[in-house]
Each structure stands twice: as C-alpha cells, then as structure tokens.
C-alpha cells in the first residue's frame, strides 16, 4: 500500500471498510498506471472540491474514483459496451453487495459513466462533478494552475505518473481497441485515430445522411 502521509493536508483517504476493500479490489483488478491515476483523481477531485466549496461525500467520491477506469481491464474487452458503463456497473455491484443506499449507487454510477463526457457532470451533484473535475485535470491538465504547487507536488509523490502521458493512451486503447464502435461520438475516438493503424471513425453527419429515413 502507498504510504499517503505526503498528501495534502485536509485531504484523506476515507478510513472505512468500504474505501479499504475499494482499494483492495481496484489494487488486485487494475495496472499500476490506472491505480495511481484513480488515486490521484481522487485527491485532484477533492482539492477541486474545496476550491469551489462543494459538499461532497468523501467516501462515494473516492469509490467513484476507483472504479472510474476498471472497466479498462481484461475482463472487460469483449463486452461491447463502452468501458465507462462496465466500470459503473462494476462500482454498483460492489456498493449493492454492501448494502449502500441506492441514491448513493445512484451517484457513484453516474459519476463514473460520465466522466468522459465533458459539459455535463458540473452541473451535477458534487460527486459527479468532482471525478469529473480529478480526471481532467490528471489526464488533460485543465486548471492545472487552480491547485497549490505544494498540493500538486505532494500527491504526485505520493501516487507517481512516469510515462504516464503515453501509459494512458495505451490504456485506453487497449482497453477499447476490440470494441471500436464504443467510441461513436465520443473523445476515445481520438484514441483509437491516434493508436490504431486503419481505425475509420464514424461520421456524425454521414450516419444522419445515410439513415433509413427518406428526409
């Protein structure tokens, strides 16, 4: 287990059996690429949290990040469904087989569905917004400036990203590459255009013109 006692201070892992047997899982299940990332989402989303002085639940946030890329893995290559959806749908196993309450399913799930959908998740309850707000700015760098050096610093020491640039985008395209018609209309079409040789994305404007509708 990461030693987290370089962390920003006021930002903790929740000390509870469910945070605990979340990272268990997500440790045993995910690479250490995508577990560092989920960990880092985590602290990144929480400080984005404080600076836009959200309420959130600590708990659901970090079982959101968590989960966020699980459906990334192996297990999941062949299930025609795009990664996100296999990723809520794991996190809900999880939480339903602890008897979390189902508005809290609720809001994990649709955090980890969304977060890759741009626009939408900070309209939404906190949890929501905040894996939403972690992974942008882990993977995109957007606010990058909004945090403390020192917080930036101090979780990347914790949770370190050598290569991660490039390991992220072989995640992702390992993770999705067997389902490509996951990716219609949305960001990991750039993915797939970008790390696999003869990926065709599909057109938008061409499936409108093209359907069976006469006009």
Wanted: negative net charge.
């Amino acid at each position: 287990m990461t030693d987290d006692s370089s962390v920003p201070i006021g930002v903790c892992v929740p000390d509870s059996k469910l945070a605990r047997e979340a990272t268990e899982l997500v440790r045993d299940s995910a690479s250490e690429l995508i577990y560092h990332h989920s960990r880092r989402v985590y602290f990144f989303g929480s400080l984005q949290g404080f600076n836009r002085s959200l309420s959130f639940d600590p708990e659901l946030l970090y079982v959101a990040a968590m989960f966020h890329d699980l459906g990334l893995s192996e297990p999941f290559h062949s299930s025609g469904r795009r990664f996100e959806v296999d990723s809520a749908d794991e996190a809900r196993r999880f939480l339903q087989a602890r008897q979390v309450p189902e508005d809290s399913i609720r809001r994990v799930w649709t955090a980890i569905a969304l977060h890759t959908t741009p626009g939408i998740p900070e309209f939404m309850e906190p949890e929501v917004a905040l894996v939403t707000a972690g992974v942008e700015y882990d993977v995109l760098g957007i606010g990058y400036r909004d945090l403390d050096e020192a917080d930036r610093v101090a979780v990347v020491a914790a949770h370190p990203r050598p290569g991660f640039k490039q390991g992220i985008l072989d995640a992702f395209a390992d993770g999705i590459w067997s389902k490509p018609q996951t990716t219609f209309g949305n960001v990991k079409a750039d993915v797939l255009a970008h790390c696999v040789p003869g990926f065709e994305r599909k057109d938008f404007v061409r499936t409108i013109l093209d359907s069976p509708w006469a006009e």
